[in-house]
């Protein structure tokens, strides 16, 4: 008790002071002993900045190109620390991060605000960022401006929209003026309901002839890359082979120029029974390891087993004896 009233203490302690007719002698103190600090990594990155460039030289060797999502800091500062090429702060973080029921709620100060968090982590992945719906429909000026703020305010390197041919004088005007624009086709999930629901895309020849001509109209467009979502792995190898830019695919085969998932359905990072889409492979188990803790950690805080002495701060006999002799003291000064 008296060690806790001590450490209550210690800021007004921390230098000589008075209290009653006794003198206190300061208490050492420690550099940092707060709850919170800054997550950083603990060794030199060494790895060089991933650019246009980096994933052209991939494509042309035609080494996959590894994506994945992330929407904080941690989840960046892993990704990228993990080797990412690129890391996307897609509008999925909409669901996974924010708990809503589609990417169409999220707002651009949202995925701003997630944005600069990533950005604070990535120090060597390309970044991308998806514009959410309402940011670049309207008009090519309007997308643009959005894309701006994405680069300026969020810290990104190049932005992702969904839609295809309809949308090649967006990211005309996007990439004109500088900016990387990475096209989404195929299953556009700000689009569902104009698709009736998450369907798999390019099933018949039609299909899959529109998705064709979508992947060429936004590369003449712009387009750096095109991510191209749940179609048959069969037709996005043929829409591939026919692009000078690379493609990346999510539930669409391995004929693709690389791969993207979402950062927590990989890492298994919800409870037993949540959907998740056919493409998704579960590499770990996040939930369950993080469930384990927290349960242990409870059962440990309810026996009083933690904290044990090993993470608690040792306070001299001397600093503690001259302490308990002016405690009633205190007391009565305070009433």
């Known amino acids: 008790m008296a060690t806790r009233a001590l450490n209550y203490l210690r800021p007004v302690l921390r230098n000589n002071c008075t209290i009653g007719s006794r003198h206190i002698s300061p208490i050492k103190t420690w550099a940092r002993y707060s709850s919170h600090s800054p997550m950083g990594?603990?060794?030199?990155?060494?790895?060089?900045?991933?650019?246009?460039?980096?994933?052209?030289?991939?494509?042309?060797?035609?080494?996959?190109?590894?994506?994945?999502?992330?929407?904080?800091?941690?989840?960046?500062?892993?990704?990228?620390?993990?080797?990412?090429?690129i890391v996307l702060v897609g509008d999925s973080l909409a669901m996974v991060a924010m708990g809503m029921e589609d990417t169409n709620e999220v707002t651009m100060e949202e995925m701003l605000l997630h944005c600069r968090s990533v950005n604070r982590a990535v120090k060597s992945a390309f970044t991308i960022a998806d514009l959410p719906m309402g940011s670049y429909e309207i008009s090519p000026e309007q997308a643009l401006t959005s894309a701006v703020r994405m680069v300026k305010e969020g810290g990104m390197k190049c932005v992702k929209l969904e839609g295809g041919a309809e949308m090649a004088p967006t990211i005309a005007k996007i990439s004109q003026a500088g900016i990387p624009v990475m096209a989404h086709i195929g299953?556009?999930?700000?689009?569902?309901?104009?698709?009736?629901?998450?369907?798999?895309?390019?099933?018949?020849?039609?299909?899959?002839?529109?998705?064709?001509?979508?992947?060429?109209?936004?590369?003449?467009?712009?387009?750096?890359?095109?991510?191209?979502?749940?179609?048959?792995?069969?037709?996005?190898?043929?829409?591939?082979?026919?692009?000078?830019?690379?493609?990346?695919?999510?539930?669409s085969g391995n004929g693709c120029s690389g791969q993207v998932l979402v950062q927590v359905d990989m890492l298994g990072n919800f409870p037993a029974g949540r959907f998740l889409p056919k493409f998704v492979k579960t590499y770990a188990d996040v939930w369950?390891?993080?469930?384990?803790?927290?349960?242990?950690?409870?059962?440990?805080?309810?026996?009083?087993?933690?904290?044990?002495?090993?993470?608690?701060?040792?306070?001299?006999?001397?600093?503690?004896?001259?302490?308990?002799?002016?405690?009633?003291?205190?007391?009565?000064?305070?009433?």
């Open 187 to 251: 299953l556009t999930p700000q689009r569902q309901h104009s698709l009736g629901g998450f369907r798999v895309q390019g099933k018949s020849a039609a299909g899959a002839v529109k998705l064709l001509r979508d992947a060429l109209a936004v590369q003449k467009a712009g387009a750096c890359m095109v991510l191209i979502e749940a179609v048959p792995p069969e037709i996005a190898t043929i829409v591939t082979r026919r692009l000078s830019v690379p493609t990346i695919g999510i539930g």
């Open 41 to 85: 990594s603990t060794t030199t990155n060494t790895r060089k900045k991933v650019t246009i460039q980096t994933i052209q030289s991939l494509y042309k060797k035609n080494e996959p190109i590894t994506v994945l999502t992330a929407s904080d800091f941690p989840s960046g500062h892993v990704a990228d620390s993990a080797g990412m090429e």
């Open 288 to 335: 369950g390891e993080a469930r384990r803790g927290i349960e242990a950690y409870k059962k440990e805080v309810k026996s009083r087993a933690f904290p044990s002495e090993e993470f608690t701060y040792a306070v001299s006999k001397e600093a503690l004896e001259e302490f308990e002799k002016v405690v009633d003291e205190i007391e009565c000064e305070s009433q």
